[in-house]
């Protein structure tokens, strides 16, 4: 059984930085392409960042480019996302995704599994 678990979201003040982390188990993590998407109060979802298999290639959604940093460690299992200028509007439930391949997808959509999210809020 495929099981994604995030941790790491809390409440941060603006300009301040977390990390998220996404503990895989139930697949050969590094067979698959993953991603973070997130879903703002009372917003659609919003695909985030999104990394190849052996982390060489990233991808990340313009309203984060340059200030996120997504990274995996095949070794651990593990799916990250190193947050930094962290903006109000970056408040949002943070999901980690993989993808049904090794084939990266940049969207919301085609995931076949889905994490329960981890809360991020970005508040003075």
């Known amino acids: 059984e495929v099981q994604l678990v995030e941790s790491g979201g809390g409440l941060v003040q603006p300009g301040g930085s977390l990390r998220l982390s996404c503990a895989a188990s139930g697949f050969t993590f590094s067979n698959y392409a993953m991603s973070w998407v997130r879903q703002a109060p009372a917003k659609g979802l919003e695909w985030v960042s999104s990394?190849?298999?052996?982390?060489?290639?990233?991808y990340y959604s313009d309203s984060v480019k340059g200030r996120f940093t997504i990274s995996r460690d095949n070794a651990k299992n593990t799916l990250y996302l190193e947050m930094n200028s962290l903006k109000p509007e970056d408040t949002a439930m943070y999901y980690c995704t993989k993808a049904p391949s090794r084939v990266v997808l940049t969207t919301t959509r085609g995931y076949s599994d889905w994490g329960p999210g981890t809360q991020v809020t970005v508040s003075s």
């Open positions: 990394i190849a298999i052996f982390g060489g290639e990233t």
